[in-house]
């Protein structure tokens, strides 16, 4: 890879990943035993193909006002370049579950859960959370919080499992914020570590620019899951929680300075941690035309950043599953692309460790 040009993904003429688009270039391995395990979040499953599971529901999208700043069409849009482009196909994509309410009171209130659902949230809390209340919302958001437990679930028994969505790291358990209404990490995790018979250690890698405060608040007191977010201090949310791991880098920061960043502490942190399973936010508003990020990241350098997460991960042996985590501009179908790298790096990483 260090002999790709250092530029910014276009729509046409991405050389930088044609390399992996062709089909049976790579030996399998034989799919894991998972006929016959349950994945109780799965709408729709995808045992027949030995291909990276990627999760998406037509229903992790709802109705916005005209000219609202969170760019929700971007989801549809970032399985749809995955197909046009042949990096994915249909028959490798996951449906997932509603989450019900029962898994979604694992992290948030029973009064929150009621008025969030029921629709009798507050004009003051709604004004935080970016969004008016609407049924579509609470619909999109409980699709959303499923299909990262589903990922999560398929990631534990392939190894690596990516969602469309998710990544809405500053809801709390009684109130959600910056666009985030419900917690979909911490509900993954501590689903997660509840229903396990033996002791499951989580980690959460959040890269997204913006601090992940709700899932650091949520786990501040469990040893089961640790919180590592890398992100930019001089940006929302303006009061910071205590991560377990919180790195906060400069504005302005480029493409190798933060990847130094990530790769000085993510090998300590899995040796004295030693996860049974990673959550990782691929969040990509570090990149430099973000519109609200304000780091200086390019495409390459986003690319990089998740190369080097799967591979460590899955080098390790340690499953991972990846949300799309926060991206803000006007270009949706530009936006959608860059969601995609996650997706791009996790099929190559897929592909060559034959999984
Ligand atoms: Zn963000």
Known sequence: MALLPNQNITRRAVPWYAFFMQEG???????????????FHAEHTCHESNALPVVHHSKYVCDLPANHRFPMGKFPK???CLLDDQVIRNKQVWAPKLASEQLLAGVHTEDYLKRFIGGKTTDDEQRRTGFRWSEGIVQRCRYETGGTVLAAEIALQRGLACS?????????????????????LAVTAKHLVSES??????LI???DVHQGDGTAYIFR???????????????????????????SVEEHMEDKEYLATVEAHLPWLLETFRPD???????VDPHWEDELGRLRLTDQGLYQRDLYVLNTMVG?????????????????????????IVHRAATKVWKEKRM
Do not use: E, W
Not at 197 to 202: L, M, N, Q, T
Not at 241 to 247: C, W, Y
């Open 205 to 207: 890698v959040d890269l």
């Open 221 to 247: 007191d469990d040893p089961d899951v640790f919180t590592f977010s890398v992100h930019c201090g001089k940006n929302f949310p303006l009061r910071k929680q205590q991560s377990d791991l919180d790195i």
């Open 316 to 340: 390790k042996g340690i499953p991972i599953a990846t949300v799309i985590g926060g991206g803000y501009s006007r270009d949706i179908d530009k936006l959608a692309l860059r969601h995609s």
């Open 277 to 283: 399973l990673v959550l990782y936010d691929a969040g």
């Open 25 to 39: 270039t790579f030996l399998r391995r034989n799919l894991p035993q998972a006929v016959g395990k349950k994945f």
């Open 197 to 202: 018979a033996s002791r499951r250690k989580i």
């Open 78 to 80: 970032v399985l749809k």
């Open 164 to 184: 469309t969505a998710g990544g809405t790291h500053h809801a709390f358990p009684d109130y959600g914020s910056g666009f985030c209404l419900l917690n979909d």
